[in-house]
């Protein structure tokens, strides 16, 4: 009987093993999984202005404008208050690359507190002439941090081998004289999924990168030019990106009318699904390449 009882106890302690096992296994197999890697582009709140953080898949970081300051109609200082505590806030201590679309003040208004308290490699810039202070001190802090300085060029930027993220920018001078239609226009793709930045471009930009570059420009989600004014993101043009998603960065009951009616009712005839700023807050789109989802500081 002792011999049998032992005989049971071990074949129970050999099963409980070979089922503690079997749960080990799984459980790590599950946790073992690689995380799918995912490309974040966050719109920042910055009112009446533009900022956007792109997080690549490898974790290299671009920002592209930093919005405004407290001058002229503007009350608000984005880069201290919006811009500067989310990168400190997400612990980002590098920015591989800060992109300064045009030199107006609600698009680089923010960047000179980053550019001080942030590590910045690589400055890319409009070329197009300013003469205001806020510009030209901008540009000191660049000279004087000895961060690598450019003027945009027509093409590709390496830094990340999983995304692909191009300049659609013209290199004949075409509207140096003229800063919105001047804007860095970036388009970024990441598998099946792709955003066009378009700064403040208006329709005769668009006009122009519909003939360079055609069908090419069409991408899942447009950052909807000069904060939806009303010279600006024209039928054709939308006929060309064919976005499913537009996002508008403005500030609520701004001075200067954004979005326009018309830009809203030309979107709408393509429905194209719209998310703004002055009424959602930070809008961030988070995508693996094939599915993609958005989160809204406000619902």
Aim: charged fraction near 25%.
């Amino acid at each position: 009987m002792h011999k049998k009882n032992l005989l049971i106890g071990n074949l129970l302690i050999i099963l409980l093993l070979a089922l503690s096992f079997f749960v080990w296994q799984r459980v790590y197999s599950v946790y073992s999984i690689p995380k799918e890697k995912e490309l974040t582009v966050t719109f920042l709140d910055v009112r009446q202005g533009d900022s956007i953080l792109v997080t690549t898949p490898e974790e290299k970081n671009i920002l592209i404008d930093g919005g405004t300051i407290p001058k002229e109609w503007s009350t608000f200082d984005a880069g201290k208050y919006v811009v500067l505590p989310y990168l400190k806030k997400h612990e980002i201590k590098k920015l591989d690359i800060v992109i300064a679309t045009h030199p107006d003040l609600d698009h680089i208004g923010g960047l000179s507190v980053i550019l001080r308290n942030i590590e910045v490699l690589q400055f890319i810039d409009s070329g197009t002439i300013s003469t205001t202070q806020t510009y030209e001190e901008l540009l000191k802090i660049v000279e004087k941090k000895k961060i690598k300085y450019k003027i945009a060029e027509k093409g590709l930027l390496e830094l990340d081998p999983s995304i692909k993220l191009e300049i659609l920018f013209p290199t004949d001078n075409k509207f140096i004289n003229d800063s919105n239609n001047n804007s860095i226009v970036v388009r970024l793709e990441y598998k099946n999924v792709s955003f066009l930045f378009t700064g403040d471009i208006g329709t005769e930009a668009e006009k122009f990168y519909m003939q360079e570059y055609g069908p090419k420009i069409s991408s899942t989600v447009l950052k909807v030019a000069h904060h939806g004014g009303k010279n600006t993101t024209s039928a054709d043009f939308l006929n060309y990106v064919q976005p499913e998603i537009a996002i508008i960065s403005c500030g609520r009951n701004n001075p200067f009318g954004h979005p326009s009616k018309e830009t809203i009712e030309r979107l709408g005839k393509t429905g194209t699904e719209i998310y703004r700023t002055d009424q959602k807050g930070t809008i961030t789109i988070k995508t693996n390449g094939e599915k993609y989802k958005i989160i809204t500081a406000k619902k």
